[in-house]
Structures are given as structure tokens and as C-alpha cells.
């Protein structure tokens, strides 16, 4: 049997839709038996995962990462502790588990934290995305500034390791003259340990689609705040993460290492890792517990490999570099990265370009 030892879960709810946001999420109604239902969800999907497990010769291990994702996972509050306690509790984590929720300002209480942290809670990533009052408005954000600070305060007096997101590439940025710096040295101010750090992705309905800043922008405002975060003592260990040494987040480094995670959740995504060449993927259907399973043979894995690797400074070792050395030259004269002992390492630039970067390993028949 092979273990698992991670637990992704998605919890959809949000007390507000933003309308940039395309991760699966509902409308979060406190008069409403919408918990009840989800419960009910997990509980079967829970009894489903473990025949899914079986079918493919998995098993739990005491686990050392948690990861609550969603959707607003701190709406779940006091209830969601004691019902996360009452369906997992055949499940062990281990006292040094990385166990991390997602928390947006607004939607917390001291309370909240303390039921979870009684669980194992250590680790909170916060959806800042921008600490000015008129980009939280142009973005459709809920919360307030105020809001932010509160949630920033009780973190930073309580010495939690906490991340926060920070988003790029918004509306009106160059027209509105955004003030990336000014916003970074005020929640720097609060101590995190972890930034991750998004370039919107605007579909082609969203309302603001003609205001968008272009590629050029967005590649200054990129490499601007990798540069900074770096003089600040952050280490650029993924595309969109930043990490003080020893904070980089253990949960997500497993998926870009092609590690096993189980999940569980509507549209909750989980890898198991079956050996060398062969593995699933799994996901969870939003009305039923129910999932949906790819499964990926040793070309698929070749590629996802490369894929993920590319992404981290961890660095990429390619099975036979002699084939490929005219482009990983071509990247390193260009300022990508660095080729040295058989291994591709990109850096903030080769992390921007990485897209360019795989069509030209596919040109040349990766």
C-alpha cells in the first residue's frame, strides 16, 4: 500500500462572489441549512474516498499538512472545528503538521481561530490581494481596509505564521498610477512569512476586460515586486510564491513535487502518486459524492514533471540534456535561469516567461 500523509479540502462558501474570481464557490447564506447540506456532502464523499483509496492501493498516514481552501473557509467558524473533529476523526495529524486555513478580513473571530487552532491549526493565508481602498472597490472586494488591518494586527501581535495574496495586473493600475511599494512596505510592516503573489487572470466577460494593463505592465510590476520581496529577505521558491527561509508552504510544495494530496470538497482535486509511471487525478463533483478520475501514464507524467520542476528553484534535471543544451544555453544568455550540474534553475525572469519557455522545449519534441 502506498501512503498519503496530506489533506487538501474546499469549503465553497463566500459572503460575496467577487467577479473576477473563477474558483467553484456559493453564495454564503447564514439563515440557510447550507452547512447541513455540505456536511451531509462530506460525509459521503468521505465513505466514496475510501473506496477510491483502496481501488488504487492507498492508505492514510498520520498526516503532516491541511489545507483548507475554498471558497471562504473561514466562514465555516466554530461549527466547522467541531465538525471537521466529527468526520475526520479516523484521520491522525501528526504535532508538527503544517495546518493551514484560508481567512479572508471580515470573516473571522477570535473565537473561530482559538476552535481550530485547538485542532492544529499553525499556519493562515490571508486574502489581502490590495491594500488600497480604491483597488478593493475596482476589484469587487468585500471587505474593508479596516477589516485587513484587524486581521493583519491579530496576526502580526500573535505571532501566527501567516501568507498573504497579493494581486497583480488590476484594472486601471497604470491609469490610477497603483502604488505597488507603498502597499508592500504596509504589510511587511506586519511581519509575514509567506506572500503569494497572482497576476489576474481576467476572462473575456469580466467587466473590466478593456481596462486590463498590457503584457509590458504587468512584466515591470512582476519583476518589481520579486526584486523587492527579495532585498526584503523573501526567497522566490515558486512562480507565484514567496517564503522567508524555512516558511515555504510545505502543503503546496507536495503538489509541485508530484506528491500524493488527497482531497475532498466540491470541485476539491486530489494526485495520487502510484509509481513512476503511472498516476490519477481525481475530482469531486459539485452535486454528488462523486468523482471524476484522469488518468496519467508516463508521457503525461514526463510532461507534468518538466512543468512543475520549470516552475520551482528547486530546478529541473531534463533525462538527456545533450538534446536540449542549444535551448537551455539560448535561456541562460537570455537571463532565464542558470544551467549547472544538470539542472535548469529559472529565476524571477525564467518564472514570467515560463509558458515561452515549455513551447520552446515542445519545438524541440520534449
Not at 11 to 37: A, G, M, T, V, W
Not at 212 to 241: C, Q, T, W
Not at 244 to 252: K, Q, V
Request: charge should be negative; aromatic fraction near 14%.
Amino acid at each position: 500500500m502506498t501512503q498519503v500523509s496530506s489533506l487538501y479540502l474546499h469549503i465553497p462558501f463566500c459572503r460575496h462572489l467577487c467577479n473576477y474570481c473563477d474558483f467553484y464557490k456559493k453564495k454564503f447564506d447564514p439563515q440557510s441549512n447550507q452547512f447541513e447540506d455540505f456536511h451531509q456532502f462530506l460525509s459521503e464523499s468521505h465513505e466514496r474516498h475510501e473506496k477510491l483509496m483502496n481501488q488504487y492501493g492507498m492508505e492514510w498516514a498520520p498526516l503532516d499538512s491541511v489545507y483548507l481552501g475554498g471558497g471562504t473557509p473561514s466562514l465555516w467558524g466554530v461549527q466547522g472545528a467541531k465538525k471537521f473533529k466529527e468526520l475526520f476523526s479516523d484521520l491522525s495529524i501528526l504535532p508538527d503538521a503544517e495546518f493551514t486555513m484560508e481567512v479572508d478580513p471580515g470573516t473571522w473571530t477570535p473565537e473561530m481561530i482559538e476552535a481550530w487552532q485547538e485542532l492544529g491549526l499553525n499556519r493562515i493565508s490571508i486574502g489581502t490581494q490590495t491594500l488600497s481602498p480604491e483597488f478593493l472597490k475596482i476589484m469587487d472586494r468585500d471587505h474593508s481596509l479596516d477589516e485587513s488591518f484587524a486581521l493583519l494586527d491579530f496576526c502580526s501581535k500573535n505571532n501566527w505564521n501567516f501568507s498573504l495574496d497579493f494581486l497583480l495586473g488590476l484594472p486601471f493600475s497604470r491609469e490610477k498610477k497603483r502604488n505597488i511599494q507603498k502597499e508592500l512596505d504596509i504589510l511587511l510592516s506586519y511581519k509575514p512569512k509567506h506572500i503569494s503573489l497572482y497576476i489576474l487572470n481576467a476572462r473575456s466577460k469580466y467587466p473590466h476586460i478593456q481596462n486590463m494593463p498590457d503584457d509590458e505592465f504587468i512584466r515591470e510590476e512582476y519583476l518589481f515586486v520579486a526584486s523587492y520581496l527579495k532585498e526584503k529577505g523573501f526567497h522566490h521558491y515558486e512562480v507565484s510564491n514567496f517564503a522567508l527561509p524555512g516558511f515555504e508552504a510545505r502543503h503546496n510544495v507536495k503538489y509541485w513535487r508530484s506528491e500524493s494530496v488527497a482531497a475532498l470538497g466540491p470541485t476539491g482535486t486530489g494526485y495520487f502518486s502510484l509509481n513512476e509511471k503511472k498516476a490519477i487525478r481525481y475530482k469531486w463533483k459539485v452535486s454528488q459524492a462523486e468523482v471524476e478520475i484522469e488518468e496519467l501514464g508516463e508521457s503525461e507524467l514526463s510532461l507534468e514533471k518538466t512543468y512543475l520542476e520549470l516552475r520551482t528553484s528547486y530546478g529541473w534535471k531534463p533525462e538527456k540534456p545533450e538534446k536540449l543544451m542549444k535551448v537551455l544555453e539560448q535561456w541562460e544568455s537570455r537571463g532565464y535561469g542558470q544551467f549547472s550540474e544538470g539542472k535548469m534553475t529559472l529565476n524571477s525572469l525564467g518564472f514570467l516567461m515560463l509558458d515561452s519557455l515549455m513551447d520552446d522545449l515542445f519545438r524541440e519534441g520534449l
